[in-house]
């Protein structure tokens, strides 16, 4: 879908909880965000949903009061990290997915985990896997592993330069100080160097805007692209990929990322809905103290 946000909202960064066993490493990650991007953080936990841990016969069945008690733990614990950052909780009432899904309309950035059973199912989860074709504001999936170090990766395509998927890259790059890959997925009987150079063509505006940024550019076929993301999932900071209309690279992220999962822990997944406008976030940002 695409995304039109206004520059006058003053959007937190939403962080989604539940009683996996992540929680609290997906709430440290919102507060981190939130801190970089000098935005509010709202910590929000969706009742009664589906709760992970009692989907196979578990009792007794969490209340609502075991929602209010989660949400104070995860704010008390954002709080003592960041002590000046604006903290709100919301204790909202449906399905996980669609009421995260409209909730990211009135988001900056909305973060969510993975299932909690990943180590025996590799996916994302049916709540991760909704959102990831269907938030209207970027969707941060935590998969474990919060690295400094590493570089920024990026799924870019040589035909469309002027993507919100490389502008939140680039941003997110320049942020960090971060060395940025930027990564093609080619037929194999395409030609390499015509792809090299395309892509080169549709990075090199991004250059005046971000100077600093070190960029690399990686060329790899469609069977090497699942084995490609693994290996980047564990030696980076963040994966990045649009949504697309179709959601079909989202769909290749998780999917291999969910195998990778089994052998370790693996880095964040930025996805980015094709509406997204980084200048926003800008704005913003300079309205805003942290």
């Given amino acids: 879908m695409d995304t039109v946000v206004s520059h006058s909202q003053n959007l937190p960064v939403v962080v989604g909880v539940d009683r996996a066993r992540e929680h609290l490493s997906i709430v440290d990650l919102g507060v981190a965000e939130a801190r970089r991007r000098h935005a509010a953080l709202s910590i929000v936990h969706v009742w009664p949903s589906r709760y992970s841990g009692w989907a196979q016969g578990r009792s007794p069945l969490p209340t609502e009061e075991d929602g209010r008690h989660l949400l104070e733990l995860a704010a008390r614990r954002a709080r003592l990290q960041a002590p000046r950052l604006p903290v709100t909780t919301e204790l909202l009432n ?15 950035l909305l973060v969510v985990g993975h299932r909690d059973e990943a180590l025996t199912h590799p996916s994302w989860g049916s709540t991760a896997t909704y959102l990831a074709h269907q938030s ?77 940024v070190v960029v690399e550019r990686l060329i790899v076929q469609e069977t090497e692209i699942g084995y490609t993301l693994q290996r980047a999932a564990r030696r980076s900071r963040l994966l990045v990929a649009g949504m697309g209309r179709t959601g079909r690279f989202a769909e290749i992220v998780y999917g291999s990322l969910g195998d990778a999962a089994m052998r370790g822990t693996v880095c964040p997944v930025l996805l980015v809905p094709p509406g997204w406008s980084v200048g926003t976030e800008r704005a913003l940002a300079g309205t805003e103290t942290s």
């Fill in 94 to 108: 449906g399905r996980a997915s669609a009421v995260l899904a409209e909730r990211s309309a009135t988001a900056r």
């Fill in 136 to 212: 209207a504001c970027p969707l941060l999936v935590h998969r474990g592993n919060c690295s400094e170090r590493g570089p920024v990766v990026v799924a870019a395509s040589g035909h469309q330069p002027a993507t919100a998927t490389l502008a939140c890259a680039y941003e997110e790059a320049a942020r960090d100080a971060a060395h940025l890959v930027a990564l093609h997925v080619s037929p194999a009987s395409a030609d390499r160097a015509r792809t090299d150079r395309h892509l080169a063509e549709a990075l090199a505006g991004w250059a005046w805007t971000y100077p600093d």
